[in-house]
């Protein structure tokens, strides 16, 4: 659960965190993900302020200048194209500084609230996923398929650094295998330690995974 104090921290708060952490020499700050919260214990237990990830990681990636800013995003419950242009723009205006943690998303009440589709999000996390390295790699992407169709387009901005490096949650043999396509890293929360080293051996047995 949340801790009390965290109710008490202001944006001044937060960005003194943002600037020691990266005068001390951390690699990435992480910003969770939640839109709203259903009145009940999850709310008591998770607390209600869930300021927007995407939104605080401009913030943080404006009041720091080497430190990586790593917002977590449930993809299937955002437009593809608007969240490609959302991290790009992060992107391309810290100098290549965002980091991605891209999740298909576990809480059902969220998607209903959303609009999202929550019984195929896997697929959608993998379609969307597609479509946006298309729309940051080609001068005119274009992109057909099942959950998203992107007819050719000029998309601008580009990524800084040629590519914006992706991360993934998740623990389901699906979610190591979409890592393994696609991933620089994985984010192992709600893993029990005991597991992570065979998920590891599996994201590594994947056809194309990196060492």
Same mark, same amino acid.
């Given at each position: 659960g949340q801790p009390d104090w965290a109710n008490d921290l202001t944006p001044d708060h937060i960005r003194i965190i943002a600037e020691r952490a990266?005068?001390?020499g951390f690699s990435h700050l992480v910003i969770p993900w939640h839109m709203a919260m259903p009145p009940d214990e999850f709310a008591v237990n998770m607390g209600a302020r869930w300021p927007h990830s995407i939104a605080a990681a401009g913030m943080l990636l404006g009041a720091t200048r080497t430190i990586q800013v790593a917002p977590l995003v449930v993809a299937p419950c955002h437009q593809p194209i608007e969240l490609a242009k959302a991290l790009v723009t992060l992107d391309w205006m810290s100098g290549g500084?965002?980091?991605p943690v891209i999740l298909s998303g576990y809480v059902?009440?969220?998607f209903d609230?959303?609009? #999202?589709?929550y019984e195929n999000r896997d697929a959608v996390t993998d379609d969307y996923v597609e479509a946006m390295l298309a729309l940051w790699?080609?001068?005119k992407p274009r992109y057909d398929g099942p959950f998203v169709k992107v007819p050719e387009l000029v998309f601008e901005p580009k990524p800084r650094r040629g590519r914006i490096p992706l991360w993934f949650g998740g623990r389901t043999k699906r979610a190591l295998r979409r890592m393994a396509k696609y991933g620089d890293g994985w984010m192992s929360y709600a893993t029990? #330690?005991?597991d992570i080293p065979a998920a590891v051996d599996y994201i590594r047995a994947q056809p194309g995974a990196e060492a």
């Open positions: 990266e005068a001390l500084r965002c980091l059902q009440w969220e609230l959303l609009g #999202a589709d790699r080609d001068a029990a #330690a005991a």
